[in-house]
């Protein structure tokens, strides 16, 4: 039953949306230790943009070209969601009064929103 609800693109978009987080997330914890907060988180989701358009592009949605157009509308959708995850792990955690347990949450909400709209409106 799994293998129905997962197939190959999602599998792949699964494979490389844990190898771009795992980078941004590396990358912002090394600046942490060398630059200020607001420096490094910037330069860590910048790093998440750049390598998630181009990564999702060619190894989920096999794009061979792309258009400034499919990259403002990959920056609108990460600007979107994370606004959405700040939101949903308010909401969470007003209920379950812990911020971590929220963040987990709001992981696969965000996979699936993520997922849906590259596939359908940023690399469509």
Do not use: C, D
Request: cysteine-free; aromatic content about 18%.
């Amino acid at each position: 039953m799994l293998k129905r609800l997962i197939g190959n693109q999602e599998k792949k978009f699964i494979i490389n949306a844990i190898m771009i987080w795992g980078i941004s997330q590396i990358t912002l914890h090394l600046l942490l230790i060398l630059i200020n907060i607001s420096i490094a988180t910037l330069t860590s989701s910048l790093l998440y943009v750049f390598l998630g358009f181009k990564f999702y592009g060619k190894n989920v949605f096999n794009k061979k070209k792309y258009s400034n157009f499919s990259f403002i509308k990959f920056l609108v959708m990460t600007f979107i969601l994370w606004i959405g995850n700040f939101y949903g792990i308010n909401f969470f955690n007003s209920i379950l009064n812990n911020k971590n347990i929220s963040a987990i949450i709001m992981i696969p909400i965000l996979a699936i929103i993520s997922f849906t709209s590259q596939k359908y409106f940023v690399f469509k």
